[in-house]
């Protein structure tokens, strides 16, 4: 239903007034911030262009300038516990972890990150990196639905980089929903959703920005491309923290 025709990737950069439709946001530590909406209605999702389900968002700017990573691995957990609490599922849930992206590009290799940080071996949790469609020649949520079918999980996680609007969330922002997401569509690719529609069971993604839109670029830094000046350490540092909230699950 959402092909990218909005070109944003994080429910708080899309130009509305989130509040008016029930956003709430309460201050967290290291001078974070933590926001959650549910779109719970087809008109709220036709008046955001947002899929339905719920939504949080973590902003903490000064990440990578504190020891918060304790910190943020917990609340990452605490958000992946309650939206895996509404869906009901059965204590012996087969879960599969998607690692979204391209791991051969530093800033769209998060997937890969999480997936290779996570604890080998916990009984019915499956892991697995589809790579993107310009080297697979597979449509990458055809190749999460196969792959879903083959191990019969119960529920998806998948993992991507994002695109953001402004410069200073690149890395600093974490959003997790239930609403799905769309591989690509950061470089406008218009890929199929990859959602608990398309899958058939529940869908959480989890998504860092760590790609500025091009528009931003032309129009702030028309002869840079921007990505964190620390991109690699920033992108162990979170997918480590994604990693470890996932492990928690299961402990």
């Known amino acids: 239903m959402f092909k990218n025709k909005t070109m944003f990737e994080l429910i708080d950069e899309c130009g509305k007034d989130l509040e008016r439709y029930g956003y709430s946001i309460k201050s967290i530590e290291y001078d974070g911030v933590l926001g959650y909406m549910e779109i ?6 036709r008046a955001l262009k947002l899929a ?5 968002i973590i902003n903490i700017p000064s990440l990578y300038e504190k020891d918060c990573e304790e910190y943020l691995t917990k609340i990452v957990n605490n ?31 998060l997937g890969k990150v999480v997936v290779d940080s996570m604890v080998d071996g916990i009984c019915g949790v499956y892991k697995f990196c589809p790579n993107i469609y310009a080297i697979t020649g597979i449509d990458t949520s055809d190749f999460v639905l196969y792959v879903k079918e083959g191990v019969k999980a119960d529920c998806v996680i998948a993992i991507d980089s994002l695109a953001t609007n402004n410069l200073s969330r ?33 869908c959480i993604s989890i998504g860092v920005p760590f790609m500025l839109y091009s528009s ?17 350490s920033n992108i162990t540092m979170i997918g480590g923290v994604i990693a470890r909230s996932i492990d928690m699950l299961f402990n």
């Open 216 to 232: 931003v670029i032309e129009k702030e830094l028309p002869d840079l491309l921007l990505t964190p000046k620390d991109i690699r």
């Open 170 to 202: 690149l890395g600093t922002s974490l959003q997790l929903t239930s609403g799905g997401i769309s591989a690509g569509s950061g470089v406008r690719t218009n890929p199929n959703r990859i959602d608990s529609e398309k899958l058939g069971v529940p």
């Open 40 to 45: 719970e209605s087809e008109g709220k999702s």
């Open 52 to 56: 339905k389900g719920e939504y949080f």
């Open 79 to 109: 958000c992946l516990q309650k939206l895996l609490k509404s869906f009901d599922l059965d204590i012996n849930a087969k879960i599969l972890i998607v690692g979204l992206g391209n791991p051969n590009i530093m800033a769209d290799s």
